[in-house]
């Protein structure tokens, strides 16, 4: 900086020398500036994840089967991890020993995965997103898919079996209750377009009743009377889907009952709350089912049986499928409690296990459907599988 020079001398005065006083005044200046830019980059950043990671808007126009495949669920009242204010960061931190764990225990006993299982909890209260282009990779694999197998003329439907925390959100701890969001389950179902997806939530949480639980508190799957709710929904969107084709049936029951409990956190020393694993009492008998595992070996069962994870890959057969078709169902461990009515309104299915956790074992769509010719495949995702996005360009 130079002095204003005097307008009576013949030349320009020579500059004053910097006073190093003179430059501590701008100091403050100066670090403003820098907190306001950095104000602004954090804020940026914020607003990006706010963007990137939150629910988008649904588009696009409804589809007549929307209020039986995708009924509406009640929206987040909140978004804790996205408006980034930091608070449910801190929250998380504080209780990080616990989320350190294989699993977390709610106010009234229920026991849930921590993230020691693709990252459940954080899945839970909306803290594990997924960015706008990993949930567009979704929705293009699954349009491949779609459009792969309507080539060759065969049906298809998605069925999500959500997580406990979806259904009984009110069973987790209560401070990850205060912090929750969104989840990604909610991101794909506005994002999903006109995907053949059934989204079970809404129906299960309105079936909730004290005297029977729909899934089990010391396990993380649903109970097989869960799974007969959630057949009811599937059968009523599928009938929808094809109109044309015979119908699934639901069986009628008469109630149910308890048969055990059935507590998967045992081998971590975990006390369960009590028996609480409750099965549909069919009015009728359902048809005898025959299968045969992946050692080979065939048995007849009663129809309401259920085909276990464990024995995958599996085939079954009835005498009289309520549709006179044969599915090729490729799913995980949740599907085991709807796999009575899938064995009894197909024949045969082809029930083959998915890995998600590695794309490299995801199941190879084209080559089992040129291996079985089935009339309809089906896929049965458990919604914490979600996590797990497919990379760019993965198809049919």
Known sequence: MTDVPDVQSHGPTPPAPRRWWRRASYLPLTILGMASVTALIVGAVATSRLNEHSVPEVTGESSPTDSVCRPPTEPATQEPWLDGDGTAARVWEEHSAEVSQPYVIGPNGWIFWSDYIEQYASQAVGRETLSGSELSRWVDYYDSIRDGLAAEGVEFYIVVTPSTSSVYPEELPTWMQEVRGSTILDQFMAVEGDLPVIDLRASMIAAKTPDVHLFSWS??????????????????????????????????????????????????????????????????????????????????????????????????????????????????SMGGAISPYWDQAYSPTWQVGHAYTDYSAWPKYRELVAQHHPDVVVLQLAERHLVNTPPAGASY
């Open 219 to 332: 396990n993380s799957h649903w109970t097989d009377y869960g799974g007969y709710v959630g057949w009811q929904q599937i059968a009523e969107c599928v009938n929808a889907m094809y109109p044309d084709d015979p119908e699934l049936q639901v069986p009628p029951i008469s109630g149910h009952k308890v048969v055990g409990d059935f507590n998967e956190w045992a081998p971590f020393d975990v006390t369960s709350p009590g028996a609480d694993w409750s099965v549909p009492v069919f009015d009728g008998e359902l048809q005898d089912v025959t299968y045969t595992d992946k050692d080979g070996t065939t048995k007849t069962v009663t129809g309401d049986s259920v085909m276990d994870a464990s024995w995958l890959p599996l085939q079954t057969s009835v005498a009289e499928p309520w549709t006179g078709k044969s599915a090729l169902v490729i799913r995980d």
